[in-house]
């Protein structure tokens, strides 16, 4: 697939950069390989403090964050950032939230929700043959100096469900076009971010990519001379014997004629002091609108 021309010269533009990380939650009993949050907080908040660096319209996805490093994040991130989401276990502050963040200063936060991933989305909830609660976090957004408007979402998949993820796979897809219905006279951009567990040969990748989906995995539009870092493995672990690295975390987009994709790239989760920052690696896409 080849990416779409530039637009033609004088029109404006908007850059967007997207951020997918499953930063690992606080645990108290880390396994083999792991830091604790302690450790891993400088560092993982330096990275997403790089990463939004010269970005002022970042938007980032996270999972698997508890109430007190969403906070540590927020502190980190500073006073011109904000953040929407709620912990899944009773929709206030408990368990692990899927936050979106964002600056304050280049847009508002017109509507936003979160919903569970089950056949009771509206309220705290296990789906289908899930282990534990699931979540999507959504939210439309206008700039503020160009007035263009994007959706946002940030989700975790169960890690055991199959039928759960596959559900909710399609009941993200029902949420997505209700969200885009509420713009009838435009045809905003729509960018999911998450970790699936679920690999692109498994049904719920395949159900939201299929043709009649109209969303795109970010990745696969890219060939792979154009991305920048690592090739495809997302989940590391932290060095576990028994872990088999693999794909599980994408940012996918439903995009109008008018949005250009200019990069994606895998970025580390190690560097050479040897500390694992999550077991995950953060994803990001850069695009134009």
């Not at 979402?153 to 559900?167: L, P, V, Y």
């Not at 299929?210 to 539009?221: I, M, W, Y």
């Not at 940012?251 to 995950?280: A, E, M, Y």
């Amino acid at each position: 697939m080849t990416l779409p021309e530039s637009p033609a010269p004088g029109s404006a533009q908007l850059h967007i950069r997207f951020v997918s990380f499953n930063i690992r939650f606080a645990t108290d009993n880390p396994v083999p390989g792991e830091q604790p949050w302690t450790d891993r907080r400088p560092r993982l908040c330096a990275q997403l403090n790089f990463l939004t660096s010269g970005h002022d319209s970042t938007f980032l996805c996270l999972q698997e964050v508890l109430y007190s490093q969403l906070l540590d994040i927020q502190d980190s991130l500073g006073p011109s950032w904000s953040h929407i989401g709620r912990g899944r276990e009773d929709g206030k502050l408990a368990g692990e939230f899927s936050p979106i963040f964002f600056r304050v200063d280049e847009w508002d936060c017109q509507d936003w929700k979160t919903y569970w991933l089950s056949e009771t989305p509206e309220r705290p909830s296990i789906g289908w043959d899930a282990v534990l609660e699931r979540i999507v976090t959504v939210g439309s957004f206008r700039h503020k100096t160009t007035s263009k408007a994007v959706i946002v979402m940030s989700t975790h998949f169960d890690h055991r469900g199959q039928i759960a993820r596959e559900e909710s796979s399609k009941l993200i897809l029902m949420l997505a076009s209700e969200w885009r219905r509420t713009y009838r006279d435009s045809y905003p951009p729509l960018v999911l971010g998450g970790d699936l567990n679920s690999t692109p040969t498994d049904q719920a990748y395949k159900t939201l990519t299929s043709s009649e989906s109209g969303l795109q995995d970010t990745s696969a539009v890219f060939p792979d001379e154009l991305k920048y870092g690592n090739r495809d493995i997302t989940y590391t672990s932290f060095g576990e014997p028994d872990e088999e690295p693999k794909t599980i975390d994408f940012l996918f987009v439903q995009r109008p004629p008018t949005l250009i994709l200019r990069l994606f790239g895998i970025l580390p989760n190690k560097f050479d002091d040897g500390l694992f920052l999550s077991d995950h690696r953060p994803i990001f896409v850069d695009m134009e609108v």
